[in-house]
């Protein structure tokens, strides 16, 4: 879904989308929904607003599919592309989330896209809690237990035991 920056006005315009988005390394689109408000300064256009949607991930411990409900605010400042070049540029602190557009238009499907990338940006899990498989026979040890010999240790306790090593110091 493109937008010609010409058509972006001063007082901006509001876009409104409910449609199925394709996100590379997945099989099957998912509905998108996003209520965006795109504002012109000169070149650069601001993207505010909120979308959400509901994608299906593989649990990076137990590998098994899982849901995962994206519901987040949107705020992008989007810059012509080259447009930064050499020249300096100073960037705001509230420019960090930065993109580029290239043309004389925005795609607001790689704004949606994005927008889902920087939200999965951790290792996926179906739970905080989930035990994973057991490395060696292969089990699901969220719902089965086996009497491999390997030390299972809680992730969160390794991380207080750390902690913990660090004052003694
Ligand atoms: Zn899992
Ligand atoms: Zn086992």
Redesign the pocket.
């Known amino acids: 879904m493109k937008i010609a920056i010409e058509d972006i006005h001063d007082e901006g315009i509001t876009v409104d989308i409910d449609e199925p988005l394709v996100i590379e390394g997945h099989d099957h689109p998912y509905m998108v929904r996003a209520h965006l408000e795109l504002h012109r300064i000169e070149s650069e256009i601001v993207v505010d607003g909120s979308m959400n949607t509901e994608i299906e991930l593989e649990c990076s411990r137990c590998l098994k599919t899982f849901q995962r409900r994206i519901d987040d605010p949107v705020h992008m400042v989007y810059h012509p592309i080259g447009e930064l070049g050499s020249e300096a540029h100073e960037l705001r602190s509230d420019e960090l989330d930065l993109g580029f557009y290239s043309g004389d238009a925005i795609d607001l499907w790689e704004v949606l896209r994005e927008q889902i990338m920087l939200s999965l940006q951790m290792k996926p899990l179906c739970d905080a809690a989930c035990r994973g498989i ?6 699901d040890l969220n719902s089965e237990t ?3 010999d ?1 030390k299972e240790e809680d992730p969160r306790l390794q991380v207080l035991k750390k902690l913990l090593e660090k004052r003694k110091e």
Request: glycine content about 10%.
């Open positions: 057991c490395p060696k026979c292969g089990i086996c009497s491999c390997f």
